[in-house]
């Protein structure tokens, strides 16, 4: 399922990225890669705060669809 359908509070680990090379590497780059385990800690205006490994990131909408997660 695409992280932009997780709640906040929830976990889930990363299992795919999608999209094109330039938005793969992006993410990649930012510690979007499969086997992290990344929680859900603030929604508001269409983006996403996240907590992935020691730091928090925020995604928009968009980006959050292109990162597929299973429940951890």
Known sequence: ??????KVGEKARVTAITGTDTVRKHLGS???????VISVVQVANGSMILG???SRIAVNDD???????KAA
């Not at 399922?1 to 997780?6: F, G, Q, S, T």
């Open 1 to 6: 399922m695409p992280l932009a359908m997780l």
């Open 30 to 36: 930012l510690g979007f890669v499969p086997g992290v």
């Open 52 to 54: 992935l490994q020691d």
């Open 63 to 69: 980006l959050a669809r292109r990162i597929i997660v």
